[in-house]
């Protein structure tokens, strides 16, 4: 609930220069100049209210607000008055300062100045944003116009159940539907369990339907189906689309997995395919069963099947594969590999047989393979071989040759493969690092006319820090010129407390044979490490300069508040950097902002001109919190959840009355408070969570209660 208190802080729009960043980097060359008070405030106030709600939210200090607070009144820039209303105010814990309203003054004099903007807030009881209504004057005929409305409700966790955005019909004057509205509904374990989205028809005023999708859950949170929805344009509703069921074990893996696609036609739900699963105790995949539709009979009818069994030691010792027999309506074999293991303490292998099912129903052996793995002292792996059966020997296919350094990081690894004759090199990876273990050579070569080719190579250079200072990466050899062919490099700095203040790239140019700049980025901290300069510059490879992009300067207090941001775009003429906008904070004793200053960059002047002010008010909330019992040595009720009686006990407080409200906001019951314990019944009320609000001398205290 919202009491009568309120401040008037005159509060800038911190972050604001952050909120444009994107967009100058994609316009660095427009700058964005002297705008009408309409267009400031659509495109530049809305977004950086909320910046500022929620700066305020955080930094609020609730400690240093006193009960009875005198009125005063405050006069802003010649314009409007506001009075301070005189409160009680209960813990910090329970009130918040929450964003009110806000108003914008456009400067067309230093002097002069129109309010031109205006934006007002509401919340429900967890302190969530519920609307945000923007006004902006027609400065022609003199009238306050909307430009945009949100709403927005949430449930008790936090979580969205309710966004839509309107805008103002200059027709009817009143707000009418605007883009997209979204509705949502979580379970009991705030799973999602509903979602829609509508776009917004201006011309009748209605929301259309585009997507909706409604979920359930089990009680490990395992999603148990999924269907989707279209929206019918001529009947004005949802009509089912698609969906999926699943089933899972005990361990919540997926055993059964359907999908279904409505038939408009018949009315019903029709099968699109079936996956099954199934594993041992070990958790080891033993079955994977696929189903296709039969639309003629209906059903679910087999396609391919894979079984798999495990030994002891969890290996894989027999495969079968099968496939749908149309004519036995069943499954039929179709292979089987089988697998045998050896092991001792630094190799292992297995060998594999292969059988088919042949034309006379008799298994045929179609191959024997055998895998082996060797592993050194520190159980690195540094061989692998691959053999097959061939004239009752094995012979080797396939070989790895690992290698290690004293720290057992891999330094070698190379393959050998077989065509029909011996094995030869296929390709190779090298591998080096510095005294601290990162890696600075990764480099890979194939086997060409019995030698070694390079094929990529990519190196690296890091700090005491081991902070990278340099990444280079190369996308193959010269055989002319028997040297690497370069692709990237970026080159990095840093201050000392390794923030990284610059960032050069290169790129590699062929026709001479040398690294030519990209992109260059540099960045400086303040001594609290908080980011004071961003800029960006772009090679030009026709005059060999760099050419500025964007460029953002900050300054901070020595409370870390932010007091000014400015921005900049790059002047491809004179070849300097320019102003864009600038903004200029100050704070109050709460650190808490206090006012702001705008200022955008007058090319007649070549110096920033006063544009822009903006001021906030606030108002003092009442917040609930979590679930608790309300224990504070002076109010205490329980049980909390209950499934009918409440009791209230009251000590060394003055509390004159409770009331209950649901979720909704709307007041059920009021009920007059004495010392002592306090009784109530809600039996009749329906299960769910409930609000119940102390009003006691000095504020209000309200808390959850949860009705089973």
């Known amino acids: 609930m919202r009491k009568i208190y309120s401040l008037l802080l005159f509060m800038p729009l911190v972050g604001f220069v952050q909120l444009k960043a994107a967009d100058n980097i994609a316009n660095h060359n427009q700058p964005l100049g002297l705008k009408t008070p309409n267009v400031v405030f659509q495109e530049r106030f809305k977004d950086s209210m909320k910046i500022v709600q929620q700066k305020a939210v955080d930094k609020i200090k609730q400690d240093r607000l006193n009960a009875n607070k005198k009125s005063s ?77 949100y709403e927005n409700s949430y449930n008790p966790n936090g979580r969205q159940t309710f966004q839509a955005d309107f805008k103002w019909s200059k027709i009817t004057n009143q707000w009418i539907v605007g883009s997209q509205k979204y ?119 087999g396609s391919y099947k894979y079984e798999y069994f495990f030994d002891s030691y969890n290996h894989d ?63 690195n792996d540094t061989l692998n071989t691959a053999s097959s059966f061939v004239n009752n020997s094995w012979v080797v296919t396939s070989k790895e040759v690992m290698e290690y350094d004293v720290d057992n990081l891999l330094i070698s690894d190379i393959n050998y493969f077989s065509y029909s004759g011996p094995l030869v090199p296929e390709f190779k990876k090298i591998y080096t690092y510095d005294g601290n273990n990162n890696q600075i050579l990764n480099a890979t070569y194939v086997w060409q006319n019995n030698a070694w080719v390079g094929q990529n190579k990519s190196e690296a250079a890091y700090n005491s820090n081991n902070q990278m200072t340099m990444s280079v990466s190369y996308f193959g050899w010269d055989a002319v010129a028997q040297e690497w062919i370069g692709s990237y490099k970026s080159t990095y700095d840093y201050d000392a407390n390794g923030n990284d203040t610059l960032n050069i790239s290169y790129f590699w140019r062929t026709s001479i044979k040398n690294w030519a700049g990209s992109y260059e980025r540099e960045s400086a901290y303040d ?140 007041m059920l019951n009021t009920f007059l408070l004495k010392q002592g314990t306090n009784t109530f019944n809600i039996g009749n009320y329906k299960t769910g969570l409930y609000f119940i609000k102390i009003q006691t001398a000095t504020g209000a205290i309200t808390n959850k209660l949860l009705k089973q």
């Open 73 to 149: 009144q405050k006069k802003i820039n010649g314009t409007f008055q506001k009075a301070f209303a005189s409160a009680h105010l209960k813990s910090a814990t329970e009130t918040k300062s929450l964003m009110d309203s806000a108003y914008g003054y456009h400067f067309i004099s230093p002097s002069d100045s129109l309010f031109s903007a205006k934006i007002y807030f509401k919340y429900d009881i967890y302190g969530n944003d519920t609307l945000e209504t923007d006004y902006a004057l027609d400065t022609i005929t003199n009238k306050w116009e909307g430009t945009s409305k």
């Open 183 to 301: 509705v949502n509904a979580y379970d009991a374990n705030n799973n999602e369990i509903l979602y829609e989205y509508y776009y917004g028809d201006t011309i009748k005023n209605i929301w259309v339907g585009n997507y909706k999708w409604e979920a359930s859950y089990d009680a490990n949170n395992n999603e148990l189906s999924n269907t989707s929805f279209n929206w019918d344009t001529v009947a004005s509703n949802w009509v089912s689309s698609y969906k999926t069921e699943s089933t899972y074990d005990a361990n919540n893996k997926v055993i059964s997995n359907a999908s279904y696609y409505w038939n408009k036609a018949l009315g019903d739900w029709r099968g699109n395919n079936k996956d099954e699963y199934a594993f041992d105790a070990n958790n080891n995949q033993t079955l994977a069963a696929y189903y296709s539709w039969d639309t003629v009979a209906n059903n679910w009818v």
């Open 317 to 379: 010792t027999l495969n079968v594969d099968s496939y749908w027999d149309m004519t036995s309506g069943n499954w039929a074999l179709n292979s089987e590999n089988k697998y045998f293991y050896t092991m001792s303490q630094n190799d292992t292998m297995y060998i594999g047989d292969n059988f088919s099912m042949g034309l006379d129903g008799k298994w045929i052996q179609t191959g024997v393979a055998k895998f082996e793995k060797f592993y050194d002292s520190n159980k």
């Open 527 to 666: 001594a609290n490490n908080n980011q004071i300069l961003d800029a960006q510059y772009n090679f030009d490879t026709i005059s060999n300069k760099w050419i500025g992009s964007y460029k953002y300067e900050s300054a901070f207090d020595m409370n870390n508040n932010r007091y000014m941001d400015a921005s900049y775009n790059w002047d491809t003429i004179a070849g300097a950097w320019i102003g864009v906008d600038k903004s200029v904070y100050s704070y109050n004793s709460d650190n808490n902002f206090s006012f702001i200053t705008e200022y955008s960059w007058d090319k007649n002047i070549n110096d920033w001109k006063l544009s822009f002010k903006y001021y906030v008010f606030y108002s003092i909330y009442d917040i609930t919190v979590g679930i608790n019992s309300a224990k504070n040595n002076a109010l205490n009720f329980y049980p909390n959840p209950t499934t009918g009686i409440v009791n209230l006990e009251i000590s060394n407080v003055s509390a004159t009355q409770c009331q209950f409200y649901d979720l909704n906001g709307q």
